[in-house]
């Protein structure tokens, strides 16, 4: 019912930025939270950033100062700008979602995951 077109990885070195966007469709009735979370190899899947409506963003502290994450309402949709990249932050980058359906009920969703990779 709802659907999550993510892109932007790729391969970056060190020092490098990259813009990761989720945009989501389907039977949206309005968007709660929007987000981004990741996972190493070998490393459980850890939150990076995610915006609840009308909350501050929550960034992990291994990327504040560095992650930027803004939504463009109109479009639903997510960004993620990633600023001085670092080796450590490769990763596959996955965009979740929770909006509340056109039905009323709420639906979270998990895009497939956009790999980021950054060379030293």
């Known amino acids: 019912q709802v659907h999550l077109q993510e892109s932007g990885g790729g391969l970056v070195q060190a020092g490098g930025s990259l813009r990761l966007s989720c945009a989501a469709s389907g039977n949206i009735f309005s968007i709660n939270d929007m987000g981004w979370y990741r996972q190493a190899p070998g490393q459980p899947r850890e939150l990076v950033a995610t915006?609840?409506?009308?909350?501050?963003?929550n960034y992990a502290e291994s990327v504040k100062g560095r992650f930027t994450l803004f939504r463009d309402n109109a479009k639903n949709t997510v960004y993620l700008q990633m600023n001085s990249l670092k080796p450590e932050d490769t990763a596959v980058y996955f965009c979740r979602t929770i909006v509340q359906l056109l039905s009323r009920s709420y639906l979270e969703t998990w895009g497939q995951g956009t790999l980021v990779t950054v060379s030293s």
């Open positions: 915006e609840s409506s009308g909350a501050p963003t």
